[in-house]
């Protein structure tokens, strides 16, 4: 299979609009070889100043079947170029210099339930460092952020019956000592709740500019939000029910919103709900909804599956009420005669440099 990349810089339709290269655009690399897992993106030619021909691109190998299944790739909020790779049994690598450390920055696998062999949809699925992670005056000092699912036995104050597993979100701190090495034993779980499918668990964690953390849930599982441990559901699969991500007595089907500094040194269980959190009631709709993955929800004449947008959080005014309806982010907004839909501008959430 051949897989290419076109190179006229800024190419415009008729109209004088930027539009998307073609094949006819000075094609300047053909792949022919497959693309390996994890690969980083070199530019590799002059431009040439006469014809102003885009860069040839090329892909150079950097780590090859050594990851069960990576989830998150992000880099270190600090000068030294790492980045950072969960691999979803649970360990974390850092890639550094184009080349991965044979040790593992941090192992909770012992903590995450075991996959299940061919598929599964739990394991180490999020992570998050502090803005201040690399400001020793900051609260969040050599802090990052987990979403792992763990054993269904694993302590929790948000139960689900029936239990697959519980989905934990933790802090962790990187060694006072060594950078490339995270202290095991600093997890701090901030929430804990059940699941009760192995499916449908979101786990996108990313800070905001407001320095408050943002993370995504699924609906718990199965599909269309309409089994055994779905809000609404006693017997069989109805077609009406509320369903976990319309309850808001749960967490499942959500994006929430929290600043995760333990606020009082209490220790485990503590965070603080920003007081610009909305509190809405839920509007009766006349579709069904069903929840995504990624924790965004969608009206039932929506696609079925979210857009790129969904990895995106919301302005600060809005938490955890939001769907969305034919690629348009809604969110709840409070009115006098009751409650109604307002379009939301979302926003991605660039790390400060």
């Known amino acids: ?128 460092f502090h803005p201040g992670y690399d400001n020793p005056v900051s609260p969040g000092y050599r802090k990052f952020y987990l979403y792992y699912s763990a054993p269904t036995a694993t302590p929790t104050n948000n139960p689900t019956t029936p239990q697959n597993h519980v989905s934990v979100l933790a802090e962790y701190q990187v060694s006072p000592t060594d950078p490339n090495t995270a202290d095991i034993g600093s997890e701090r779980i901030l929430l804990t709740f059940g699941e009760p499918q192995s499916n449908h668990n979101g786990g996108q964690l990313q800070f905001g500019p407001d320095g408050m953390l943002y993370f995504s849930t699924g609906d718990g599982g199965s599909s269309n939000d309409n089994n055994s441990g779905h809000t609404g559901v006693t017997t069989g699969r109805p077609t009406d029910n509320l369903g976990n991500a319309q309850d808001r007595t749960k967490y499942l089907g959500k994006i929430c919103r929290i600043d995760p500094i333990d606020p009082d040194g209490a220790g485990p269980l503590t965070y603080t709900i920003p007081a610009d959190n909305p509190s809405s009631p839920i509007p009766p709709l006349a579709s069904k909804r069903k929840s995504m993955p990624l924790g965004c929800a969608t009206l039932g004449d929506s696609a079925s599956t979210c857009a790129p947008e969904a990895r995106t959080a919301c302005s600060a005014e809005m938490s955890a009420r939001c769907v969305w309806k034919r690629s348009t982010l809604l969110s709840l907004e409070a009115t006098t005669g009751g409650a109604t839909w307002r379009e939301l501008r979302c926003q991605v959430f660039p790390r400060a440099r």
């Open 1 to 128: 299979m051949d897989f290419w990349f076109n190179g006229r810089v800024n190419p415009t339709n008729k109209h004088g609009r930027s539009r998307l290269p073609t094949r006819s655009d000075t094609a300047v690399l053909r792949l022919t070889q497959p693309i390996p897992l994890l690969a980083t993106l070199f530019l590799a030619a002059v431009i040439n100043p006469v014809s102003a021909a885009f860069p040839a691109l090329y892909l150079k190998p950097v780590v090859q079947q050594q990851f069960h299944a990576p989830t998150n790739i992000i880099d270190a909020p600090d000068s030294s170029h790492r980045l950072f790779v969960t691999d979803q049994p649970g360990q974390i690598y850092i890639i550094e210099g184009g080349m991965m450390r044979p040790q593992p920055f941090l192992d909770i696998s012992s903590k995450c339930v075991p996959l299940s062999t061919g598929y599964d949809e739990r394991g180490l699925l999020g992570m998050a």
